[in-house]
């Protein structure tokens, strides 16, 4: 990609993410961790232990910033907040053990909650 191809989708990422919507701006994170994920155990096919690493720590922080964005007046989110705490345990351990199978469960489980989430924001009113 050319330097100023390059910038320009810079740009333009910049402002996609500053003018987002909230719930816009958390389905972009579920997007970000399920290509994450994905990532990690395509490098670990490829027998790229140093490679999965990244991509796994890359989902880990992810996760944290999923669990620190919480509002944790709603009644829903100590649930959430246990449920990316346990989705971030499993990476660990998956970064650890290098265990394709609990990349997949979790990706399993990232991607129910991003179609959640999607239906949830279809349904929030614009604007708010």
């Given amino acids: 990609m050319s330097p100023e191809l390059e910038n320009a989708y810079h740009q333009y990422r910049t402002t996609s993410i500053a003018t987002a919507r909230p719930e ?4 972009m994170l579920y997007d970000g961790l399920v290509l ?3 990532q990690a155990r395509q490098a670990l096919e490829q027998k790229d232990p ?11 922080n ?3 910033e999923l ?3 919480l509002k944790m007046e709603y009644e829903i989110s100590p649930d959430l907040y246990r449920l990316y705490d ?5 990476l660990i351990t ?6 394709q199978e609990i990349i ?17 924001a279809r349904q929030a009113p614009a604007g708010g």
Avoid: C, F, P, S
């Fill in 94 to 99: 998956a970064n650890i053990r290098k265990e």
């Fill in 62 to 64: 992810i996760i944290t």
């Fill in 67 to 69: 669990m620190g964005t």
């Fill in 36 to 38: 994450d994920l994905k």
């Fill in 50 to 60: 140093a490679g999965a690493h990244g991509w796994l720590v890359k989902g880990q």
């Fill in 86 to 90: 346990y989705l971030r345990r499993r």
């Fill in 24 to 27: 816009k701006l958390l389905i």
């Fill in 104 to 120: 997949d469960e979790v990706l399993n489980m990232v991607e129910e909650l991003r179609a959640a989430w999607v239906t949830v």
